[in-house]
């Protein structure tokens, strides 16, 4: 009798895990120079200082991610995403949480604090923006440094499926350029800080008369270009292309908190709520939220005084800091990466009823070949059970879809694919007559 | 027989999987007042079975496994009971269960037991540490010895052997699987195929034996596995043995009854068994054929389903048959996923009257073949690129020729967007073998 142990050395992760280790503890240990600085100790000055703090975290997280996936094949890779430290709502998780609200609540309301950090920064603020640095150049580098990082981790992670790669590109395209490099080049030329990626009513400002006399005038034209480009946005641009891609085309392909939630955001998904209660809470809170951030629009071009100027004030602390920055990125690790998308955001509430109604995308199911597994709704970072639809072989027609793909990705059967059909009418009963639909469902909410 | 009128009715139903389930809709949809109960000795909760490998991989919750939440239960009026299943009495109509569970009477009882696995007499089979994996309690045990586990052996070269593989794999453990095939799961794939999923199950690190078979497991002495031994005589020192070779129908909730069974509970084409008002869907059913055809059994998730829905309209009076329709199927391997429509002849069953379009790359684990008989589309199958299901079904259906499926052929494609299609290589290969 023969005995053997000759099979291949197949343990996964064996030869990773000490690399993963290692390069874990370095990227916690590059945070030093932060905490050094905040002490009142910075470690050198100007580029130095920029570079000790900012370099050696960026290798050892990207040599993180590496180890990661280097012995990994192309596929599907959500092995003990469920029993996660940081991803299966366990103690590192909450406690990631409480320091993202943390940093959120300081930066919104203590920013001043940050100083000895967003010191850090004043040479690459200089030479971008030609001013001195304060805590939203801070945040803005930050925000776009966590899309890129974690954008490269989506390349390695979905290397084989090229909707995620295309998308992922497109992401960190429009973070870099559109919402970091392109407004710093402007404050340098001496123009309005403009950013070409946020619209009204996202960004409330751009249709707020008092923006737009400001935009009007500055010299050159370039306001008033931005003030016509901003209303084109908005009612032009939004519904052309969301009646032909869907509300993808910007919430998972241009918008930055989009762009977040993709790339940062992408090993949280399956925390979000499946619950059928959740989608009532999510149809009443989004929807209110836009009809407040409407009627205050129109509220400040047609009435003026104390109260509507409260009223903006307001909305920009509860909506534009508590919904969509501390509750929205702060939650990531306890209700997933769309809290802000998902409940609040009066862009997707307007994009969510062009694709539900006026709009050729849908998610169509392959025949019967749905098993249920449960993969598409566990990670559907918008919390639709998408699994409900496949069961039935129906397309899928949702407002609060962002056509992030992961569905089709996850399935293990090959059961969904995102689709622009050749019309709107054919997605399900009632699409060819989208404002009796539209109407019927405001009678029936 | 039943209709709206006779409300009131007691159905009661044995299992919960998606036979159960399916069954217990369609009647519910049907007949609004009725009485509908549930019976499951494995868990309260309907949950999906394939997705038992995605809990122990911690891609999925068991609470994500379960389609429904505890509303739908409430609304659709279905009550559930946890407990298994002693004795069934066709006399009396009634159900006794073990424990002190109250005893059931029903005016109609469906059998939806679902399957368990093979089991072929080897010597240990029944030690512990070898199992089969499909039930939640199997999950349970599984994971009450995975910290012990180092190297797993998998008997079997089936669906849910590659499964449990994969589930070993993802927690670091060495896996090594025995088929007694020549190449794997050869006795429903092509040999392309098979030997493809061979290579992909290699690849990904499995020690994929074949032509291999088991001939006893070791006891350590203590009642618990600790080897393998092949027939070739080979040893394999292990810590867990999955036994994954095939499954059969799960009977044992019909002992002493007078349901009448043969390999599973004979029951005709509309799903009734031989005595009235009982009725079987599922994995445990075997559908009696006229003499000199086999008898049919089934075992799918996507039977099941449908067995369910013609069962729900057959308990409701209305005439229905049973008929599978175009056959179809698909699987995950590892990395690799698999469609197929249609007549797909497995290795060696390939007769004079089948013609074969295969492509292959050189460069990249795919497959596609296209069947044909007397010129006409009979089967499709797809490695590693999405077909869709309805397409496929209706060139089958319209029995289409070669050219004409070739000029259809990108409308079948269900890949998501912007993947590289395959179409045009695809398309100029089979035009030269058909050439």
Known sequence: ?445 | MFGRKTGGRHVVIIGNGIAGVTTARAVRARDKKCRITLISGESLHFFSRPALMYIYMGHLTERNTRPFEEWFWKKTRIERLQAWVKFIDVDAKRVDFAGDTASLTYDQLVIATGSKPNKFGWPGQDLERVQGMCTLQDLANLEAISDDIEHGVIVGGGLIGVELAEMLHSRGKRVTMLAREKNYWDNALPEAEAALVGRVIRKGGIDLRLATELDRIEDDGEGRACAVHTKDGERLPCQFVGLTAGVSPNLSALEGSKIPTGRGVLCDFSLRTQVPDVYAAGDCVEFVTPEGERNVVEQLWYTGEMHGEVLGRVMCGEEAVYDRGIWFNSAKFLDLEWHTYGEVPPAGRETPDHQMLLWQPDDADLAFRLVLKQGRLVGVNSMGIRYRHKVCERWIADGLGAEQVLERLPEGNFDPEFYRRYEPAIVRAFREQLR
Not at chain 1, 271 to 293: D, M, N
Not at chain 1, 378 to 393: F, K, L, N, P, S
Not at chain 1, 396 to 411: E, F, K, N, Q
Request: net charge positive; aromatic share 16%; charged share 15%.
């Open chain 1, 1 to 445: 009798m023969s005995v053997t142990l000759t099979g291949p050395a197949v343990s996964p992760h064996a030869d990773s895990a000490g690399l993963r280790t290692a390069f874990a503890v370095a990227t916690g240990v590059s945070l030093l120079p932060f905490a050094l600085a905040l002490a009142g100790h910075p470690v050198g000055s100007g580029w130095t200082a920029f570079a000790i703090a900012f370099v050696p975290f960026v290798v050892f997280a990207m040599l993180y991610i590496w180890a990661t996936y280097r012995d990994t094949h192309p596929g599907i890779k959500n092995d003990d995403i469920t029993r996660g430290h940081f991803t299966g709502r366990r103690t590192a998780g909450v406690l990631l949480g409480v320091v993202l609200t943390g940093l959120y609540t300081v930066l919104y309301f203590q920013g001043e604090w940050l100083q000895p950090v967003f010191a850090l920064t004043d040479p690459l603020s200089q030479l971008l923006r030609d001013r001195p640095a304060d805590q939203w150049f801070l945040y803005g580098f930050l925000y776009t440094l966590a899309v890129l990082i974690m954008g490269a981790r989506m390349f390695w992670r979905y290397r084989h499926n090229r909707y995620q790669l295309f998308r992922t590109a497109s992401v960190m395209f429009f973070q870099l350029g559109f919402a970091f490099l392109l407004p710093a080049f402007l404050l340098a030329m001496q123009q309005p800080e403009f950013y070409f990626t946020y619209f009204w009513p996202l960004k409330p400002d751009y249709l707020y008369p008092s923006y737009w006399a400001w935009l009007w005038q500055q010299p050159g034209g370039v306001g008033a270009f931005m003030l016509m480009f901003g209303v084109a946005a908005s009612f032009v641009l939004t519904p052309i292309l969301t009646f032909y891609f869907g509300k993808r085309w910007y919430c998972s392909w241009v918008c930055g908190c989009g762009g977040l939630a993709e790339t940062a955001g992408d090993p949280f998904r399956h925390l979000s709520s499946k619950k059928y209660a959740a989608w009532r809470f999510e149809r009443w809170s989004i929807h209110s939220v836009l009809v407040i951030i409407t009627a205050l629009t129109i509220w400040l071009w047609v009435g003026e005084g104390e109260a509507v100027q409260t009223g903006k004030k307001w909305y920009g602390y509860a909506v534009g800091m508590v919904l969509s920055g501390i509750v929205g990125v702060g939650f990531y690790p306890l209700l997933g990466s769309r809290v802000w998308c998902r409940f609040f955001c009066p862009m997707a509430a307007i994009l969510g009823i062009g694709q539900r109604f006026f709009s050729r995308f849908r998610i169509t199911t392959n025949g019967d070949q749905c098993m249920a597994c449960g993969n598409c709704s566990a990670y559907c970072e918008m919390g639709i059970d998408v699994r409900a639809y496949a069961m039935q072989g129906k397309n899928i027609v949702r407002a609060s879809c962002v056509g992030c793909g992961i569905c089709s990705a996850v399935c293990p059967r090959g059961v969904l694919k995102l689709e622009n059909g050749k019309t709107y009418a054919d997605r399900y009963d009632g699409a060819q007559n989208p404002l009796a639909t539209l109407l019927r469902s405001l009678k029936n909410p």
